[in-house]
DNA sequence: TATTGTTATACTCTATAACTATA
DNA sequence: TATAGTTATAGAGTATAACAATA
């Protein structure tokens, strides 16, 4: 990791926790100690996709959206499953374009819509990028045992089902 | 809470877990489904303060650090508690100034630098958010499992202290 | 020379909304 | 009317860098 990296990353990721004071209650340190461990990880990826590859999420993110469905994706599609808007799909679609990653191609049934999809170049692109993202992730959370991994993976699963239920519940 | 809160909520978090594919490796399930709880909960308290309170979650957590120090802390102290560079802590501190929340005050020992605290409106405004804040938080919390609450406190514990003494240690 | 704080600028990410072409 | 996609704009959040005042 390069020592820029490092700065930057740490840059962006205070110890959160140190918000919590003795009285806070044990949610809050928590979801503090939750906050953390996510800033850390996440700006240590995006990091790594700007140094290594100039990229960043959201473009990982579509790309991998794209990797999925071979045949590609409408644009509204992509919108929908990545719970962003039109317009923004529309930017990160232009610059994967001008640099060749993916291409636009016109539905003869309906001349409003666009398929998009990954390019050869765009395919052996995100192949590389996500072997790297793999590794990231592999290494950063090596050092977890096993236990921990399984009951982190146990109790996560939990919470993100209540959350979603949440809010869900309430639309 | 409100439907629009909800739909800015969900608008800014996909399921990311879905990136993952069958052959994907146990790590990258366990950190796309950390990064989405994570992300859930993040958003729904980004979008709690900026209706509730018409704030954001960096000027709370200026605030935050305020209301721990009653002396109140000079700027440079608070760029580097909160890791982020001078010039933002300047732009915070004049919007929460403004609105009569903190103060600078100069110091006699070194005409440079001034220290922030929080006004008395300040310390009340913030006692209203952070009461808030914690119920949020409690309430989100509050399905889980004593059991799963537990393990997710070691866990993430564990996890976190690898992941800073992977930085520092490479540093 | 180094540090404190300010200012100016730029970039990423994302939302809202007006617009067009088509359905 | 409704939908697909584009364009323009705005705002949060953050970084970099040049600068003045002071140490």
Known sequence: MSETLITATLQNNPDLESRAVPEDHQDLRLWLRLLTCCNLIESQIRSH???????????????????????????????????????????????????????????????????????????RSFRKMAKSHEEWIRSMFAGLSEKNRASLFEALGELKQMTQVNLSGRA
């Open 49 to 123: 996709l700007r140094t290594d590859f100039e990229s960043t999420l959201p473009r990982f993110d579509l790309m991998a959206q794209l990797q999925r469905t071979p045949g590609g994706m409408k644009m509204s599609e992509l919108s929908r499953h990545m719970m962003v808007t039109n317009g923004n799909i529309t930017g990160i679609t232009d610059q994967l374009e001008k640099e060749g990653l993916v291409e636009r191609i016109k539905v003869a049934t309906d001349r409003r819509s666009s398929i998009i999809r990954l390019t050869a170049k765009g395919k």
